[in-house]
């Protein structure tokens, strides 16, 4: 199989899920649990989306590596509550993370 | 069968709604950019053709899911693994799609095939902030367009050119380091009640622990955790 097909076939799959709750939808009512659980999908996915991402930056063969990501993510954190705003994640995280990439030089 | 711009009461109003979900998605391609540069670089440093790696943008459309494909094929992976592994990825998109099937409901089937085409986490997040806002739900509907159409130009564009000059792009400002503190600011705004808060935490700490899950499995698990956390603690509240 050449990547081309592949990469088709993931994406003709990928379509499908897409697709897939709107079709059933228009031919049958979506389960009361799957309506009031779909306020929770977006803070639940990306809450899990953010956390694997970090993990994995944390997670070298250096315990100092950790130190960057988990502290720029900390003041990211700090910085939401702070200023309510999305934004104030990533304009105070990115310094913080260059910050500390230099102090501990991973 | 109505179309979506009959029920948007004026031009001007398509326009606000068009333009509105253009500004909504702008902070997000700070994020974004960078991962789809990122893309594009690995799609032009992997072991198939430079054309394949990009055709996973218009194709897959999800940076994970592509970086996944790309990097398994360029290891030489099992084809029926790629495939698998892309997909489990992705799997979140049928709780999307669940989540805005209510939105859609009664649109015509051209709009649902092109709005379903055009979801993930960004436009899912704008359009859902919008629909949820209430009030005319045509106009829901072209702000959700206004912001998934710029995304999606933006996002092939910035796989482009990562394929094309990305290579020369300094590694040590760790610009993938954008997406998941973009989602910390995300998830932040969010946490207003209980119910969700807890959703959000127990997929967070659920993805954490299970990392380690094949397959990228983990994310899957973490979302449903979450998902169920947050329904119990909305039944609690009852």
């Known amino acids: 199989m050449t990547p081309f097909v592949v990469i088709?076939?993931?994406?003709?799959?990928?379509?499908?899920?897409?697709?897939?709750?709107?079709?059933?939808?228009?031919?049958?009512?979506?389960?009361?649990?799957?309506?009031?659980?779909?306020?929770?999908?977006?803070?639940?996915?990306?809450?899990?989306?953010?956390a694997t991402s970090i993990a994995a930056a944390s997670m070298g063969a250096d315990v100092a590596a950790a130190v960057p990501p988990l502290g720029?993510?900390?003041?990211?954190?700090?910085?939401?509550?702070?200023?309510?705003?999305?934004?104030?994640?990533?304009?105070v995280g990115m310094p913080v993370l260059w910050l500390l990439t230099a102090v501990v030089g991973s | 069968m109505l179309s979506i711009t009959d029920v948007v009461a004026t031009p001007r109003g398509y326009a606000a709604e068009l333009g509105g979900g253009a500004r909504a998605m702008l902070p997000w391609l700070a994020g974004v950019v960078p991962f789809g540069l990122v893309?594009?670089?690995a799609a032009?440093?992997?072991?198939?053709?430079?054309?394949?790696?990009?055709l996973t943008g218009p194709l897959i459309y999800g940076g994970s899911a592509q970086i996944a494909a790309i990097e398994m094929l360029s290891a030489g992976a099992s084809p029926a693994v790629v495939v698998l592994t892309a997909l489990v990825i992705n799997l979140r998109l049928v709780l999307y799609s669940g989540a805005m099937a209510a939105y859609w409901r009664g649109t015509p089937r051209w709009w649902r095939a092109l709005a379903a085409y055009l979801l993930i986490d960004p436009s899912f997040v704008v359009g859902n902030d919008r629909y949820e806002?209430?009030?005319?739900?045509?106009?829901?509907?072209?702000?959700?367009?206004?912001?998934?159409?710029?995304?999606?130009?933006?996002?092939?564009?910035?796989?482009?050119?990562?394929?094309?000059?990305?290579?020369q792009l300094p590694a040590a400002l760790h610009l993938e380091f954008l997406i998941p503190l973009y989602l910390i600011g995300e998830v932040g705004r969010r946490l207003?009640?209980?119910?969700?808060?807890?959703?959000?935490?127990?997929?967070?700490?659920?993805?954490?622990?299970a990392f380690a899950v094949p397959l990228h499995l983990g994310v899957l698990l973490a979302i449903v955790a979450g998902l169920a956390a947050g329904l119990r603690a909305k039944a609690v509240r009852r």
């Open chain 2, 44 to 54: 032009a440093q992997a072991n198939i053709s430079t054309f394949a790696g990009w």
């Open chain 2, 133 to 167: 806002r209430g009030g005319d739900r045509a106009g829901g509907h072209v702000h959700y367009l206004g912001g998934a159409v710029v995304l999606w130009v933006a996002w092939l564009l910035a796989i482009t050119a990562g394929a094309t000059f990305g290579a």
């Open chain 2, 39 to 41: 893309i594009g670089v």
């Open chain 2, 192 to 209: 207003s009640d209980v119910a969700t808060r807890r959703a959000a935490l127990t997929s967070a700490v659920v993805a954490v622990l």
């Open chain 1, 8 to 50: 088709v076939l993931a994406g003709l799959g990928s379509y499908l899920f897409r697709i897939s709750m709107v079709l059933l939808a228009e031919r049958m009512r979506l389960p009361e649990r799957l309506e009031r659980a779909s306020s929770f999908v977006a803070p639940a996915a990306f809450a899990a989306l953010a």
């Open chain 1, 72 to 91: 720029a993510s900390a003041v990211a954190v700090a910085a939401v509550r702070l200023f309510r705003r999305a934004w104030a994640a990533p304009l």
